[in-house]
């Protein structure tokens, strides 16, 4: 009998065995019969968890007075093993395994060869389904997939009649209930605490069993229809067309999307009795089994955007095809994801979520830089999250350590409360800083602006007490569209801006998007190629040959500020005429403006530039005559500045802000402007860290732009300060730099009583 039929035999008679008044032992005593004489089997048997222990519950072939006697532990002989790894076993000799153990009760003694599957509910164990045979032999992928096939129809079953209690399922399953922890990178610094929510719900099987296989079949064609438009659409994205391993990796994705095996399988599966929910649920347990034993990253990744798939085409077949942000957050929560896109995040209730942990991510994702706007810790690059975490679990995230707690005992939660508390206390001791004016001990006054890009950042502004926003990322509002935005929708949005910050200056970077910054609308012929994105053909250099895109935002920008002073920045400028070009567009667009004499145009337009790119610093006396402010972007400057990829974490924490390099650059920059009317300040994140900040203080920076959290820290630092004692320092320092300038000047703050941790 070849497993198709025996496992349609087995699902029809328990299909029939499920609409009887039978009790549930009379229903599992009938099932061991039912999957034993279809399978041709001596012993069949089905161990359940009762109270956190594995009870033989029914058995065809073993001694009967062995029912309800025989308890092994999670973990405890084959069946124990298999439960608590949630591993299929298939062995000839089963005495040679070394978690073998034997109970004379049973009467097993005589069996050689032994097979056991899982019985899996909501993606944790809670039984097994095993037949044992006198002759040694192992047995055949057909037998073992109509077991797994019978393990999922009686999943449902015993649920259903109540022969299990999740708590106890819980309970057994140390890796989901007891408490672990997590590693991973920090994307985004920051304590939270939470429950865990997915932002794709598990998907909840409710009927396995079929009734119409053709009904069952056309609903599966129809799921795998739309899942191909979908990554052929995927496909013509420019985030993805772009050449290179990204081209490779959708090309795998492609490959299975329309692998003929693995809808075979799923079809095979659908023959044999199942659901299309159920066929594909099935056929994923096969790729999760298969994963568990692929050695090779490569190949381990490649059966993980097989999964990935899988969960795709179960959404789309059951209809769940919604997140978490679509029903609400009803608590604190921390969310649980693969990967999110900068819109999807923003869909979520900022006042409920804490955290996110993904199982992928980089330090310059677009998800990472709206999280870091909205001042929500983000912890990436953690694997195997669903296997460890469950939905509504108890989550300590310390992203400051590249850490999260699940589950965590009573010592850690008090030890993480008591971190958390401090920083609540300091918090609200910088929110009384809110209308403090920032002097330094010796009476200059120091600017502190923040960086913003969301329209939920202009309430903030007031809140933190910064003197304005030093660094409005245009591009957010194009990375979080899904098509070019209109430029009346932009001037709306720039006007809002400016309204909201009153008498305060806003700088308006203009759109950096582009190369590591990719846009689904847009793309780029001259970028397509770019082996390092962030050193290609991005922000200005985009905006330029893109003059219609460019010449939108600067009308844009221009009526947005009418009657007012509007400051624009230019970044990723590398050399003068660059930003000549750049001005010109603005002066095009306000003469076009000032013709139509209805029009209210700006009182002054301000314009300056970023200086991320090395080569600029050379020759900045051609380019501060022309310029009203210039600011330092410290994250594109020191990997530029190093050759070193931010978003690789090797490199990332290599390369330290406080190296005698960086902070002899930055005082080069600081000597090149000096005597000039010119504004210089600084807006990358450097200058929101305390350690960072006394450093740049003391190379002569008097303006700084940071994230809206670090504005009261710096604050207060700069209250600490005699600027004459910090520069003299400084200079000493870079002139004959110690092995560990930042050691150097953590000691000398000590020293002189300043704070900066």
């Not at 999260?404 to 993480?416: K, L, M, N, Y």
């Not at 900045?620 to 990829?645: C, E, I, R």
């Amino acid at each position: 009998m070849s497993a198709t039929v025996a496992a349609r035999k087995i699902l029809t008679g328990l299909h029939e065995l499920m609409a009887t008044r039978l009790s549930a032992q009379d229903k599992l005593d009938r099932t061991v019969e039912i999957v034993g004489e279809s399978l041709d089997s001596e012993v069949c048997s089905i161990y359940l968890l009762r109270g956190g222990m594995l009870e033989l519950s029914a058995t065809r072939g073993l001694n009967q007075s062995a029912v309800h006697v025989t308890r092994l532990a999670v973990g405890e002989g084959l069946t124990g093993t298999l439960v608590a790894h949630g591993e299929t076993l298939n062995l000839a000799q089963a005495k040679a395994h070394p978690d073998f153990q034997y109970r004379p009760e049973t009467g097993e003694d005589k069996f050689s060869s032994f097979a056991g599957v899982p019985i899996v509910y909501r993606e944790r164990a809670v039984g097994a389904l095993n037949v044992q045979h006198v002759d040694p032999r192992r047995y055949e992928d057909v037998e073992i997939e109509a077991l797994q096939t019978t393990a999922m129809v009686l999943s449902e079953m015993i649920v259903n009649a109540g022969l299990i209690d999740e708590r106890s399922a819980d309970e057994a399953a140390p890796e989901r209930s007891g408490p672990a922890q997590l590693t991973g990178l920090t994307l985004v610094a920051g304590l939270a605490s939470g429950s865990a929510v997915f932002h794709q719900p598990r998907i909840t099987i409710d009927k396995v069993v079929a009734e119409d296989t053709e009904f069952e079949r056309q609903r599966v064609y129809r799921a795998f229809e739309r899942m191909r438009d979908q990554i052929d659409q995927m496909a013509q994205q420019a985030e993805f067309g772009a050449g290179g391993e990204t081209d490779e990796v959708l090309k795998a994705y492609k490959a299975f999307a329309y692998d003929e095996g693995w809808s075979r399988r799923i079809n095979e599966a659908i023959d044999a009795g199942l659901t299309a929910e159920a066929a594909i649920e099935r056929v994923q347990q096969r790729t999760r089994m298969r994963m568990r034993e692929i050695d090779d990253p490569l190949l381990a990744d490649r059966m993980h955007d097989l999964e990935d798939l899988s969960n795709r085409l179960l959404r789309i077949v059951s209809g769940q095809i919604g997140t978490a942000a679509s029903s609400g957050l009803k608590e604190d929560a921390i969310l649980i994801a693969r990967n999110l896109g900068p819109a999807e995040l923003l869909e979520y209730d900022r006042r409920r979520l804490k955290g996110v942990i993904l199982e992928e991510g980089s330090l310059t994702s677009h998800v990472v830089i709206v999280a870091r706007a909205m001042g929500i810790p983000v912890l990436g690059r953690v694997r195997g999250l669903r296997g460890v975490v469950g939905e509504g679990d108890h989550v300590l995230l310390d992203s400051d350590a590249g850490l999260a707690h699940v589950r965590a005992q009573t010592s850690v939660i008090d030890a993480f409360e008591a971190r958390f508390a401090k920083s609540k206390e300091r918090r609200a001791a910088y929110a009384e800083l809110r209308d403090v004016e920032p002097f330094t001990r010796c009476g200059t006054r120091i600017q502190v602006m923040m960086n913003a890009g969301l329209r939920d950042d202009l309430t903030t502004l007031s809140m933190v007490g910064a003197d304005g926003i030093g660094l409005f990322r245009t591009e957010f509002q194009f990375l979080v569209s899904a098509t070019l935005p209109q430029r009346e929708k932009q001037t709306r949005f720039y006007k809002d801006v400016l309204d909201a910050a009153g008498s305060k200056p806003v700088v308006f970077r203009t759109v950096d998007i582009g190369g590591d910054k990719a846009v689904p609308y847009l793309s780029s012929d001259s970028g397509a190629a770019d082996e390092n994105p962030a050193m290609g053909w991005r922000a200005l250099r985009l905006a330029l040959e893109r003059d219609g895109l460019f010449k939108a935002q600067a009308r844009a920008l221009i009526e947005a500020a009418g009657g007012r002073t509007l400051r624009v920045m230019f970044p990723m400028i590398s050399e003068p005429w660059e930003f000549d070009a750049a001005r010109a567009v603005f002066e095009e667009q306000r003469e076009f403006l000032r013709a139509r004499k209805r029009i209210i145009l700006p009182e002054e337009i301000e314009y300056g530039a970023m200086i991320e790119v090395p080569g600029l610093v050379e020759v900045l006396d051609l380019l501060v005559p022309k310029v009203s402010f210039l600011s330092v972007g410290t994250n594109d400057l020191t990997q530029f500045l190093f050759a070193a990829d931010r978003a690789n974490p090797k490199l990332a924490a290599r390369y330290d802000w406080l190296s005698p390099a960086i902070l002899r650059f930055l005082k080069r920059i600081v000597d090149a402007t000096a005597g000039h009317q010119v504004r210089l300040g600084l807006c990358g994140e450097m200058g929101g860290r305390r350690l960072e900040a006394l450093a740049l203080l003391g190379l002569g920076y008097r303006r700084l732009s940071i994230t809206p959290v670090s504005v009261g820290p710096i604050k207060e630092l700069i209250r600490q300060i005699d600027l004459d004692e910090v520069s003299s320092f400084m200079s000493r320092l870079i002139a004959q730099p110690p092995p560990d300038t930042r050691a150097a000047i953590a000691q000398w703050a000590q020293e002189h009583g300043i704070e900066v941790e």
